[in-house]
């Protein structure tokens, strides 16, 4: 990737890296709301790349790659910060919906449907899944469960780098074996999405590929799944 005179191909390399900069966007969408635009992403990871492109000082290979995805995440992050990125409103849906499972799964011994879910709410189902649907995946975990300092930022622990996924975060307070056990019980299909989406690495519209649904739906049961465990895993 250099031009005849010696000197690197800035061109050639946005070409090369642009696919991992859609990735990380895609990727990253499903734990955002609605509300984000893919790609605003998509633009300030672009802004990321060319940053990494003119600081980098290693050898190019697997090295800038790996560069270059902090340096894209970083950027998007810096966008999110900027955009109030989940209103207090859209937070106050997701515990909403966190109560009604827990109550439910008090109350019934059984992962409750989704009807089950929105008849405890008094919504329809349409207005639950809407519900979901702006609310996105969300996080595992609330970074105020276990803030120390309300000067904090989540998003600075939010995909800045692959050791702060949501999973990872979750190994880190020791609490894998019960995040293993509470997916085990998730609803099969919640279960399938989880794994695509965490083990496999597959965004959105891949695993509506896979299960022949919607992106929009996709995010949907990603978003009930996210709030199944964090019910489970608070009652812990």
Known sequence: MYTESGTIDKDQFV???TPLVKRIA????????????VDDLIQAGMIGLLDAIGRYEGSYGRQ??????????????DELRGADWLPRSLRKKMRQIETAMRTLEQRLGYSPSEQEIADELEVSLSEYQEML????GG???YYEDFQESEEDHFLDHLCNDQS?????????????ELLVDAIEKLPEREKMVM???YEQDMNLREIGEVLSVSESR?????TQAISRLRTRLRNK
């Open 164 to 176: 702060n996924e949501p999973l990872e975060q979750l190994l880190e307070k020791n609490l894998r």
């Open 64 to 77: 800038f790659e790996s560069y270059a995805a902090q340096r894209i995440r970083g950027s998007m992050l």
């Open 139 to 141: 996080q595992l975990i």
């Open 195 to 197: 794994g695509m989406y």
């Open 133 to 136: 649907q702006e609310a996105g």
């Open 15 to 17: 070409v090369e890296f």
């Open 26 to 37: 895609y990727h990253m969408m499903a734990r955002l709301p609605a509300s984000v635009q």
């Open 218 to 222: 996709v995010c949907q049961i990603h």
